[in-house]
């Protein structure tokens, strides 16, 4: 199984960027998948969740109207939309898949935000 994060970088507050994530060597469309981030000095956190079926997602309150998760079962892909961002939004990016008791993850994206 592998999941492989893209499209981390550097960009200026205000800012957007888009997280993507190609999963090989699962059903991806049987899992539900997640956003988490990691910022210096901190825990790995969710940021964004969507089911299986890409019907249901949710969100931190952090990032409540600011990101937007999505995937495409066909690519065997999720996306992580990400527009307005702060430098409060600097961290490592991964991409988590989860289904019962199987959990998988990406290797990480950075992400920073900077002037």
């Known amino acids: 199984v592998q999941l492989v994060e893209s499209g981390g970088g550097l960009v200026q507050p205000g800012g957007s960027l888009k997280l993507s994530c190609t999963a090989s060597?699962?059903?991806?469309?049987?899992?539900?998948m997640n956003w988490y981030r990691q910022a210096p000095g901190k825990e790995r956190a969710l940021v964004a969740a969507?089911?299986?079926?890409?019907?249901?997602?949710n969100y931190a309150d952090s990032v409540k109207g600011q990101f937007t998760i999505s995937r495409d079962n066909v690519k065997k892909s999720v996306y992580l939309q990400m527009n307005s961002l702060k430098p409060e939004d600097t961290a490592v990016y991964y991409c988590?898949?989860?289904?019962?008791?199987?959990?998988?993850w990406g290797q990480g994206t950075q992400v920073t935000v900077s002037s």
């Open positions: 988590n898949g989860k289904r019962i008791n199987l959990d998988y």
């Open positions: 060597g699962l059903t991806f469309s049987a899992y539900d």
């Open positions: 969507i089911s299986s079926t890409g019907g249901s997602t």
